[in-house]
């Protein structure tokens, strides 16, 4: 009998210094894990789609934190009186921002924990081991990846807009201080891909955060950066596409992720670049198709 989905999800957020995000919960009798250290997360709702949906949702909500990636890691048991039936599915996402600053709307705290600190807190047997499993992994992925030709990796796909105003200057938009990904700096309109094809993709996230509506037959191949971000990271292949034409103004559509859009002229970009987008920007205009960043 195919066993039945799990109806919570939660997200096991960790961060480049080895840390991971638990939260602390209230003391009151009746809810799941009173006065516990947990993870982030809750029950699905009518309205989600899917567990991922759910724990984008419950993580938003709970906290503020909106992850760009959230990858499935596990699914465990959560049910304290060791009833099976009780399941979570869990997401893992990377953050590197500081939890005081988070807008908590539940519970007591956040804190970041190394998993060594783990046996003196207070919670779930099975948080503990999902967190010590993850770490383990993250840190035989470290080992694997300066070795050559240990077997394939799966890599992370992300889209990018070149775009270039008639005067030649390249559209930049200014992320939000709480962005979980390189808050307060400049970078190109961009996304991940989900179960989709690159250029679409692209074409959606032009329209969701700058209300730019581009036609696919406009989209041309500009560059690729392989990118290895950092020790225990997944590579990720960063796909650039150049615009011909397009429709709109940039505007900001999501301001929990951006602040504002602005045309840089190509010899003056802002201090507070993306390293891997000035790196994109500089090959594109040398006319170079491809290049790679933190493999040495």
């Known amino acids: 009998m195919r066993p039945a989905e799990p109806e919570l999800a939660s997200a096991l957020i960790y961060n480049g210094d080895g840390e991971y995000l638990l939260h602390l919960r209230d003391d009151i009798p009746g809810i799941r894990e009173p006065g516990c250290w947990s993870l ?11 567990l991922l949906d759910t724990v984008r949702r419950e993580v938003r909500e709970e906290a503020g934190l909106d ?21 979570v599915r869990v997401y ?12 908590l709307t539940e519970g007591v705290m956040l804190c970041w924990f ?12 099975t948080t503990r081991d999902l967190v010590r499993r993850h770490a ?11 070795r050559h030709g240990t077997g394939a990796v799966p890599h992370i796909v992300g889209v990018h807009l070149y775009l270039e105003d008639p005067a030649g200057r390249l559209l930049l938009g200014l ?7 390189a808050p307060e700096t400049w970078h190109f309109l961009a996304g991940h891909c989900e179960q989709e094809n ?18 696919p037959r406009d989209v041309e191949f500009a560059h690729v950066l392989h990118q290895l971000p950092g020790p225990g990271r997944r590579p990720r292949l960063q796909l650039v596409f150049r615009a011909r034409a397009w429709r709109g103004e940039p505007e900001v559509r999501e301001p929990d992720k951006c602040l504002a859009w ?19 920007i500089a090959h594109i205009r040398a006319g170079r198709p491809y290049s790679a960043m933190g493999w040495e």
Do not use: K, Q
């Open 262 to 280: 602005r045309w840089w002229e190509p010899g003056a970009l802002p201090e507070g670049l993306v390293p891997y987008t000035r790196e994109a």
């Open 175 to 181: 992320r939000h201080h709480e962005a979980a990904f």
């Open 136 to 146: 383990a992994g993250r840190t035989t992925a470290s080992t694997s990846s300066t």
């Open 198 to 215: 690159a250029v679409p993709c692209l074409v959606r996230e032009a329209d969701e955060e700058a209300g730019l509506r581009i036609d």
């Open 114 to 125: 190394r998993p060594d600190d783990m046996p003196r807190l207070r919670m779930l047997p």
């Open 92 to 103: 893992a996402g990377r953050w590197d921002g500081d939890p005081a600053r988070l807008p």
């Open 67 to 87: 992850l760009p990636v959230l990858e499935p890691f596990a699914v465990a048991d959560t049910a304290e009186n060791g009833d099976s039936s009780s399941s």
């Open 40 to 50: 982030l997360g809750g029950a699905r709702e009518p309205e989600d789609r899917s």
